[in-house]
């Protein structure tokens, strides 16, 4: 319907052939390029209105690159996809250059995501997924993608979520998820990132600021492959920020399982702090799952909490959590962490977290912070 109503104009990058006919004085006009070949043609669309974005996403093939202009988008119905990219010719969503945008879920229908992508090799970068009133952005079953420099943001469920098997080779790079939450369930629901329900290897999570949810800020729930989490900080979640009177939320800063799955889960350099149940835990998977030199402050259980399973924890630091700095059971193997006999735990250069809410450097990496620094090479999070 959009295709036929609502026309836009298209800036055609097209390889060889096309090439030569706009060389040839084709004038850069639409050049109906046959798609059957085995080369994706690459075409770049500029969308500056709601309608323009719905589809441009609605119509993307392999190779396409949309580019969104500053601005609030409100689309009347989930942003969806089941196109694949390749490799070499991905499907991409981004802002056009350095400019702001925002898609905003605050007019869709109760229940609906804001944006799904069920295709591989999708690359959506720069954008700000907000307000949705369920879901804000989710990927499923995919391979491939690249998710960069994203945020999103008061969602009324997770706010970005990893799904289904075949869920394989994705990173999530400098995502902000915060302010989430799931007024249907009291908050029992919305995770800063969820990669739940599903399978797949090569998942990587790096980078992200996960705060403020009123659920946890990470969690695996039910995914019974390694997913790699790094260079991330989950702080401020499950406390009830939104007057629900029958409030649910969990608030783990980092959930690593649960569900029935045994998986050893791969979590490096990372930090939680405040939030209303323990910085790290198990959740029940009895997996060997790897932390190495994360940091746990001032979470209201235990630091670490790892009672059951066969996680193998090295070099990490716990302070000032309220249930203690770490729970660890018989098949747990610890070593070099602060709890441990003999070690001693360094002090921070700052306990005041100010300098984490602040503006990502440029290119979207962390803001740079003294906050549970400790200038120590060989034990707790860098929080870079
Ligand atoms: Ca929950
Ligand atoms: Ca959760």
Do not use: C
């Amino acid at each position: 319907m959009l295709l036929s109503t609502g026309r836009h104009r298209r800036t055609r990058t097209l390889s060889i052939a096309a090439a030569v006919a706009v060389a040839a004085g084709a004038g850069g006009v639409y050049l109906g390029l046959s798609n059957g070949g085995a080369q994706a043609a690459s075409t770049t669309v500029t969308v500056s209105t709601t309608a323009q974005l719905e589809s441009a996403v609605k119509n993307a093939t392999a190779g396409t690159t949309i580019q969104v202009r500053a601005g609030t988008y409100t689309p009347a119905a989930t942003l969806k996809s089941t196109a694949n990219g390749t490799s070499s010719a991905r499907i991409t969503l981004q802002a056009y250059g350095s400019e702001k945008v925002k898609i905003d879920g605050s007019k869709l229908a109760a229940g609906s995501w804001l944006a799904g992508i069920y295709g591989d090799y999708w690359t959506v970068q720069n954008i700000t997924f907000q307000s949705s009133p369920a879901q804000g952005f989710v990927v499923t079953s995919s391979v491939g993608g690249i998710f960069k420099n994203l945020v999103t943001a008061n969602n009324g469920d997770s706010g970005f979520t990893l799904r289904g098997d075949g869920t394989t080779n994705n990173l999530v790079q400098n995502l902000d998820s915060y302010g989430n939450y799931d007024p249907a369930g009291h908050g029992q629901n919305a995770d800063g990132i969820a990669v739940k329900f599903g399978s797949g290897t090569g998942n990587k999570i790096t980078g992200a600021r996960l705060y403020n949810n009123s659920d946890d800020g990470l969690d695996l729930w039910q995914f019974s492959s390694p997913v790699t989490i790094e260079h991330t900080w989950a702080f401020g979640n499950g406390k009830n920020r939104w007057s629900d009177s029958a409030f649910e939320g969990n608030g783990n800063g980092f959930k690593l399982g649960g569900g029935g799955v045994t998986v050893a889960h791969v979590v490096n350099n990372n930090a939680a702090w405040d939030n209303t149940l323990n910085g790290f835990t198990e959740n029940s998977n009895p997996g060997a799952i790897v932390l190495n030199r994360n940091t746990a402050y001032a979470n209201a259980e235990a630091g670490f909490y790892f009672a059951t399973g066969k996680a193998r924890l090295a070099r990490n630091l716990a302070v000032s959590n309220k249930g203690g700095l770490s729970k660890l059971g018989s098949s747990t193997v610890s070593a070099a962490n602060n709890w441990d006999s003999g070690v001693s735990a360094p002090s921070f250069k700052s306990t005041d977290a100010a300098t984490a809410y602040a503006s990502r450097q440029s290119g979207g990496a962390l803001p740079s912070t003294t906050f549970l620094t400790t200038g120590s090479t060989t034990i707790g999070s860098t929080m870079n």
